[in-house]
T-cell receptor, first 112, second 115 residues
């Protein structure tokens, strides 16, 4: 069964600290993996999208990594800011024409 | 927000009543999607459209219907609302060709409560 598991479920860090969120998937055959950020009361916003051949992609202070062999991805946030407080959702796409599989998200709280 | 407007943003309705949610895009993209988001679940696809009058079911389509009479509008109808349909509903559009190689752009959601 195609699944996307994210950990931790929630995380609290101090402003200025770094953190790493994890995503493990069992989707096969794999097409691409995305990370979305969802602020409270808003829709998800795309951070990165990586295909099989890409193992790192950055978007400002956000860096996503992908290990397609172990079916793991991580999202690293550098020098966190209060505005990083949000839910981060990992999404995996199987090969063309099939649905996206969404993780349940990791809720990040950045405190001052 | 990639030119996506959802209306209404909030709605409370009674069990058994029909409800229609609207998604409007200004981007002229071919693919549009309706998702629901519930605690303890990832986003789940209800229905999607790949063109005017062309729609198909997602994984949780029971109790929902959709219509797309114009490129810019995608309507989601709950034929007879039930409490299990209390949720946040998101519309999304895709710039791609439906193969999920392009990011989805989401609206800001409609919070529906069925009492």
């Amino acid at each position: 069964k195609n699944q996307v598991e994210q950990s931790p479920q929630s995380l609290i860090i101090l402003e200025g600290k770094n953190c790493t969120l994890q995503c493990n998937y069992t989707v096969s055959p794999f097409s691409n993996l995305r990370w979305y950020k969802q602020d409270t009361g808003r829709g998800p916003v795309s951070l990165t999208i990586m295909t099989f051949s890409e193992n790192t992609k950055s978007n400002g202070r956000y860096t996503a990594t992908l290990d397609a062999d172990t079916k793991q991805s991580s999202l690293h946030i550098t020098a966190s800011q209060l505005s990083d407080s949000a839910s981060y959702i990992c999404v995996v796409s199987a090969q063309a024409g099939t649905a996206l599989i969404f993780g349940k998200g990791t809720t990040l709280s950045v405190s001052s | 927000d990639a030119g996506i407007t959802q209306s209404p943003r909030h709605k409370v309705t009674e069990t058994g009543t029909p409800v229609t949610l609207r998604c409007h895009q200004t981007e002229n993209h071919r693919y549009m999607y309706w998702y629901r988001q519930d605690p303890g679940h990832g986003l789940r696809l209800i229905h999607y459209s790949y063109g005017v009058k062309d729609t198909d079911k997602g994984e949780v389509s029971d109790g929902y219907s959709v219509s797309r009479s114009k490129t810019e509008d995608f309507l989601l109808t709950l034929e007879s609302a039930t409490s299990s349909q209390t949720s946040v509903y998101f519309c999304a559009i895709s710039q791609g060709d439906g193969t999920y190689n392009s990011p989805l752009h989401f609206g800001n959601g409609t919070r529906l409560t069925v009492t």
